[in-house]
C-alpha cells in the first residue's frame, strides 16, 4: 500500500476512494464477473462444483484469518494476493464476519488426508480447510488459480479481484509428485533453483531431486573431501564456469524449498557419472593417476573403483555429509548408465553402498538401473526407461519395492518438443505437450500397477540448458501435465479437457515472466 501511496497526488485520490470511500458491497455488483472457474484449475480438483452466484471479492477490507498452524501458508497467500492487489491483507488469528480468507487446520475428514483440502468460495468469504499446513498449501495453489491471472502481477494492478465461487474437494492421487533439476552439467544458482521451486509449487508438486552431481560438474561442498567443490565445481558443459553449492546455501535452499512444502532429494551418482569427483582427487582412480575434466556430453566413461577401500570412505563421507544437512528420507545415489563398471561390479558396489544410506537413517533412491541388485524394499527405482517392459523393475515391484516413474520418452522435459526446439537433445523421441500427458504412470510399465507406483517424477537434464528461460522454455507447458498426471484422478484427465484448462494457464505465466514454449496443440489464451 506505501508503495501506491507514494506514487502522484491524483493517484492518491483515486486509490483512496478506492479503497476507503466505498463500501465492499457497493461496488461488488459491478464487479462480480470471475476470470476463471473452479473447474479450470490444474491439476484437475477431484471434486470442483462452481457457483457464479457466490463469488468473493477480495476488498482493501479484507483479512485472512488462520489459525496457529495456518499461519505460515496465510502469510504465504498474503505474499501472492499483496502485490497486485496493493491490500494490506493483515494475516489474523480472530476475525468474525464477512470479508475474509479463512485457513483452518484441521477437522477436515479422511478423505483428505495430510495433503488435500476443502475450499468454499461465497460471496462472503473463503474458507479453507485441511488436516495439515500441507493440505492449506495446496489448497492455497488451487484458490489462486480462482483469481484473474493479473493476480501473479508484481506490481499493483487497478482493477476488481473476483474469486470464482463454488466448492472443491481435493487430494493427489500419488504421494510423490516430483521435478528434477540437472544442476551439474550445468550448475544454476541457488537464486535460479529458488525461483523453480515458486514455478513448480503452485502446480503442487512437492519434490524437487536435485542432480547434484555427474561427469562434468560437482555441485555441494563435502567438508571432508573440499576438494571436490572447489575443483569438480569448476567446470561445466561446454566449458562454462561452474559453481557450487556451500552446505550453508544447500541448507538454505532445503529451508526454502520446505517453505514451499517441497521436499529436496539430493543425488549423488555412483558408481558411474563421476569424472568430476575423480578428477578432483586422483586416489579415487585405480591406478591412482590424475585424468582431465570432462566437459563434453558423452555418457558412460566413468566409474568409482571398486576394489578400493577409500572408495568407500569417499562414499561414507560424502553420504554422511549429505545426509546431516537434508531432512527428507530420501538420498538417491544414481546407478544410471554404469557402462564403465561390470556387472559383477555393479553388484559388489551396491551391496557395500546400501548398508551406508541406511547407516544414516535415510531410504534409498536411484535411476531404475539398481533394481538389478536386489535393494531394500524401503528402495525406490527410478523407472527412465522408453519401453513398456522391464524385467528387473517389474521383479522389484513384485517384491515390494515401490516404483517412481519418469519414463524417458513422456517425461523426460530436457526432450525436445519438435525437430527444431532449438534447446534440449532427442535421444527418447519428441515430446510435445500431449505426448507429454496422454499417458498413465500405472499402465505404461508391465508389472507395475497402482500400487506399485509412488509417484511421477518430470527430470530436465541441463546439458544444453545454461538459463533459467531455457528451464522454463523446456518445463513450460509441460511440467502442469506431469504435475497432473501425479494429483488428479485417472479418471478426470482428459487430453482434450486439459488443453483448453492449460489453455487458460498462459496468462499467468506471462504475468511471472516464465518464457514457455508455445506449443500449437493449445489454443493459448
Ligand atoms: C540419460 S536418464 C541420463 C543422463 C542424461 C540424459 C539426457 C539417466 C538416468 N541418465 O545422464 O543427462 O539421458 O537426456
Not at 544442476?183 to 515458486?198: C, E, G, N, S
Not at 582431465?292 to 566413461?301: H, L, N, Q
Request: with cysteine; aromatic share 10%.
Amino acid at each position: 500500500m506505501s508503495k501506491r501511496l507514494s506514487t502522484t497526488v491524483l493517484g492518491v485520490a483515486v486509490l483512496s476512494l478506492v479503497t476507503f470511500g466505498l463500501p465492499a458491497t457497493a461496488s461488488a455488483a459491478q464487479h462480480t464477473k470471475a476470470e476463471r472457474t473452479v473447474t479450470d484449475v490444474v491439476p484437475a480438483p477431484v471434486d470442483a462444483k462452481p457457483d457464479p452466484r457466490a463469488n468473493f471479492r477480495l476488498t482493501p477490507a479484507s483479512v485472512i484469518r488462520a489459525d496457529r498452524d495456518g499461519r505460515q501458508v496465510a502469510e504465504y497467500l498474503a505474499g501472492l494476493l499483496r502485490p497486485a492487489t496493493g491490500y494490506r491483507l493483515p494475516v489474523v488469528s480472530d476475525h468474525r464476519g464477512g470479508g475474509a480468507i479463512s485457513l483452518e487446520t484441521g477437522h477436515a475428514g479422511d478423505r483428505v488426508g495430510t495433503e488435500g483440502y476443502r475450499l468454499k468460495v461465497s460471496s462472503s468469504g473463503v474458507s479453507l480447510r485441511a488436516n495439515t499446513d500441507k493440505g492449506l498449501f495446496s489448497g492455497v495453489q488451487t484458490l489462486r488459480q480462482l483469481f484473474p491471472s493479473a493476480i501473479e502481477a508484481t506490481t499493483v494492478q487497478k482493477r476488481s479481484w473476483v474469486v470464482s465461487g463454488g466448492t472443491v474437494l481435493d487430494y493427489p492421487r500419488f504421494g510423490y509428485r516430483s521435478a528434477m533439476l540437472d544442476v551439474a552439467r550445468h550448475f544454476f544458482t541457488p537464486a535460479q533453483v529458488k525461483l523453480y521451486i515458486d514455478q513448480i509449487a503452485q502446480y503442487k508438486i512437492n519434490t524437487l531431486h536435485l542432480h547434484l552431481s555427474d561427469d562434468q560438474g560437482w555441485r555441494i561442498e563435502i567438508k571432508s573431501w573440499p576438494k571436490l567443490a572447489t575443483v569438480g565445481g569448476l567446470t561445466a558443459v561446454g566449458g562454462g564456469p561452474g559453481g557450487y553449492y556451500t552446505q550453508d546455501q544447500y541448507t538454505d535452499l532445503v529451508r526454502y524449498a520446505a517453505s514451499r512444502h517441497i521436499t529436496i532429494v539430493p543425488e549423488i551418482d555412483m558408481p558411474g557419472h563421476t569424472n568430476a569427483a575423480q578428477h578432483s582427487y586422483a586416489e579415487l582412480n585405480c591406478d591412482g593417476k590424475p585424468i582431465p575434466a570432462r566437459t563434453d556430453i558423452e555418457v558412460g566413461y566413468s566409474s568409482l573403483c571398486i576394489n578400493k577401500d577409500i572408495t568407500y570412505t569417499f562414499v561414507d563421507d560424502v553420504l554422511r555429509e549429505l545426509a546431516a544437512i537434508t531432512p527428507g528420507k530420501y538420498l538417491n545415489i544414481g546407478g544410471d548408465e554404469a557402462h564403465a563398471t561390470t556387472p559383477e561390479d555393479y553388484q559388489t558396489f551396491a551391496k557395500k553402498v546400501q548398508p551406508i544410506v541406511a547407516k544414516y537413517g535415510k531410504q534409498i533412491t536411484g535411476w531404475h538401473d539398481i533394481a538389478k541388485t536386489n535393494p531394500p524394499l524401503s528402495a525406490v527405482p527410478q523407472f527412465w526407461g522408453t519401453t513398456g517392459t522391464d524385467a528387473n523393475v517389474a521383479a522389484a515391484a513384485a517384491r515390494g519395492n515401490k516404483i517412481l516413474m519418469s519414463p524417458a520418452n513422456k517425461a523426460y522435459m530436457d526432450m525436445k518438443y519438435h525437430p527444431q526446439t532449438p534447446l534440449g537433445l532427442s535421444w527418447a523421441g519428441f515430446i510435445e505437450v500431449k505426448t507429454g500427458y496422454d499417458w498413465d504412470p500405472a499402465t505404461y510399465l508391465q508389472g507395475v500397477t497402482e500400487q506399485n507406483v509412488i509417484g511421477v517424477e518430470a527430470p530436465l537434464w541441463s546439458e544444453t540448458l545454461v538459463t533459467s528461460e531455457h528451464i522454463e522454455f523446456m518445463a513450460f507447458p509441460r511440467l502442469p501435465g506431469y504435475a497432473e498426471i501425479g494429483w488428479s484422478p485417472k479418471d478426470s484427465r482428459t487430453w482434450d479437457a486439459y488443453r483448453l484448462r492449460l489453455a487458460k494457464q498462459s496468462p499467468r505465466w506471462v504475468q511471472q515472466g516464465i518464457d514457455f514454449y508455445r506449443s500449437t496443440q493449445v489454443d493459448w489464451e
